[in-house]
């Protein structure tokens, strides 16, 4: 077993938000993101997990939800995908009590149902935290992502913070 989960969710944390989804075009960004491109901050969350082979990836995006658990990790570019273990969601849930919770609640249900004791979220929702996990959350602005050098300081001290533990 991992030695630390990184919940990760993906609009807002690889790439700006929102994204849509077109039937036949797949998953794109709206004329707002002109210039952006689906998951351009992959590499750098890539090189941050390098030091890091005990970091395991869950998947707390909602595109799990609406893609399936396959197809959202297939999304991953490989180095992030093969550290997939799972998702927040899946297929057994019951979809209307899932969505009604936040994504802090969400986060936090997975992590018991894991017995989790070391694990960081990333994410641009900071509704349904509680602030006594305020060690475990990183959260970024929903444009920037992780490509804002303070999220990315706050995901390498809080995921040598966990694996300290």
């Given amino acids: 077993?991992?030695?630390?989960?990184?919940?990760?969710?993906y609009d807002?944390?690889?790439?700006?938000?929102p994204v849509y989804r077109h039937p036949k075009r797949g998953m794109y960004f709206g004329v707002e993101h002109e210039g952006h491109t689906l998951f351009e901050n992959a590499n750098a969350?890539?090189?941050t997990l390098?030091?890091?082979p005990d970091v395991s990836i869950v998947l707390s995006?909602?595109?799990?939800r609406v893609l399936g658990f396959s197809r959202a990790r297939n999304?991953?570019?490989p180095l992030l995908r093969q550290?997939?273990?799972?998702?927040?969601?899946h297929s057994q849930m019951n979809r209307l009590e899932f969505d009604a919770m936040t994504r802090g609640s969400q986060v936090l249900a997975d992590a018991t149902r894991r017995s989790l004791r070391s694990w960081v979220a990333i994410d641009d929702d900071a509704e349904g935290w509680l602030s006594a996990v305020d060690s475990h959350l990183v959260q970024t602005d929903g444009h920037t992502g992780i490509s804002a050098p303070s999220a990315m300081e706050a995901l390498i001290r809080k995921l040598r913070a966990q694996l300290e533990q």
């Fill in 50 to 52: 390098t030091p890091y």
């Fill in 45 to 47: 969350l890539i090189e």
């Fill in 1 to 9: 077993m991992s030695k630390c989960i990184l919940y990760l969710d």
């Fill in 12 to 17: 807002g944390v690889l790439h700006p938000e």
């Fill in 61 to 64: 995006t909602s595109w799990v």
């Fill in 83 to 89: 550290r997939v273990i799972g998702a927040t969601f």
């Fill in 75 to 77: 999304y991953l570019p």
